[in-house]
């Protein structure tokens, strides 16, 4: 029989795990050198300890799989042992990544689409939000739909009020759908301040730790120079950017990233995306030409399951964390359709 070679790891948990049908699950972990890995724990081992997202562990006796293997980097072999030896930092800021809302979205007869849940998806939103405890709300786009009746626009307005009694404020951009009274209850809260517009000047969140810039989605129309980022940042601020646009190389037929990033004025860390209705993401590299950091991108996803082919598609608004300038990414689950 081969025998297995074991390792000792410390690492840090990334992401809630994820079963599958032996009753294993996965989980997304850094090590101590910063890279990011999968670790498969088997149902054994399920009794030892509660895997809590951003808190970090020693395991004694994990197997290491080869890169090339097709299964999980790390994973835990009969006498693994694992204990917990840190715990999450409070971050600097917190946001709640929402998109693609679509609200007044008209019904169809295609059941997976899920339009019927539209309001509901949104509220559970608003909901996780208040529970969370976030510093704000960004919306990457397509809050409303083509048409939305007045009693929507209502209800919406209402929970925007709850927000901002808790404190919360909702940063965003415009998409390309919308509607003279969704327009016009967009301007109405961005006028009294519970709404804001993001544009190419920063908003500052937290200690200055987080400068937020947005694009709508026509933005781009007269050139990306006149719509990119620009202004002065604190140096240590994390700078993120809203925008509702298809991208490459994560959609196809898309804006160039390396075409945004040649016409901000700013370095940017990170893209907050809508415009596709299904989660994705991607870790782009090179873009920096002086210094080779990777820039990250990724889309929210629709709230509900109004993509093409969306059978089995799980709506979910994202956690974004920023704690020492490293912004943790978290998929928060809405009810299902």
Excluded at 133 to 138: E, F, G, K, L, S
Excluded at 227 to 243: E, F, M
Excluded at 258 to 272: G, H, K, N, P
Excluded at 301 to 315: C, D, F, L, V, W
Aim: aromatic share 6%; with cysteine; hydrophobic share 35%.
């Amino acid at each position: 029989m081969e025998e297995v070679e074991t390792t000792d790891i410390t690492v840090r948990v990334l992401g809630p795990p994820k079963f599958d049908r032996h009753s294993n699950h996965e989980i997304l972990v850094e090590d101590a050198d910063g890279r990011l890995s999968d670790l498969r724990v088997w149902s054994k081992h399920h009794g030892q300890v509660e895997w809590r997202v951003g808190s970090t562990y020693e395991l004694e006796g994990v197997k290491r799989n080869p890169v090339e293997a097709n299964k999980a980097r790390y994973e835990t072999a009969a006498n693994t042992q694992i204990s917990r030896v840190g715990h999450p930092q409070t971050p600097d800021v917190s946001l709640l990544h929402v998109s693609d809302t679509h609200l007044g979205r008209p019904s169809t007869d295609k059941e997976h689409m899920g339009n019927a849940n539209q309001l509901e998806r949104f509220l559970d939103a608003v909901n996780l939000a208040v529970r969370s405890r976030v510093d704000a709300i960004i919306h990457s786009g397509d809050i409303f739909d083509d048409d939305v009746d007045e009693a929507t626009v209502q209800i919406v307005e209402e929970h925007v009020d709850l927000l901002a009694d808790t404190g919360i404020p909702i940063y965003y951009v415009r998409g390309n759908h919308g509607c003279d009274r969704g327009d016009a209850f967009l301007r109405s809260q961005t006028d009294a301040g519970r709404m804001i517009h993001l544009s190419n000047e920063p908003q500052l969140l937290g200690e200055r730790t987080l400068a937020v810039y947005g694009m709508d989605a026509d933005g781009s129309t007269n050139g990306l120079s006149e719509v990119a980022p620009a202004g002065d940042t604190p140096q240590d601020a994390y700078r993120l950017l809203a925008w509702h646009e298809a991208v490459e190389p994560i959609a196809r037929d898309g804006v160039s990233i390396r075409d945004l990033v040649e016409a901000s004025e700013v370095e940017l860390d990170a893209l907050a995306l809508g415009d596709l209705h299904k989660h994705k993401r991607a870790y782009i590299g090179d873009v920096y030409k002086d210094t080779g950091e990777r820039f990250r991108a990724f889309y929210a996803g629709a709230t509900t399951g109004i993509a093409r082919k969306s059978e089995g598609y799980e709506p979910a608004v994202w956690l974004l964390q920023i704690t020492d300038g490293t912004l943790e990414r978290y998929r928060l689950p809405l009810r299902p359709r």
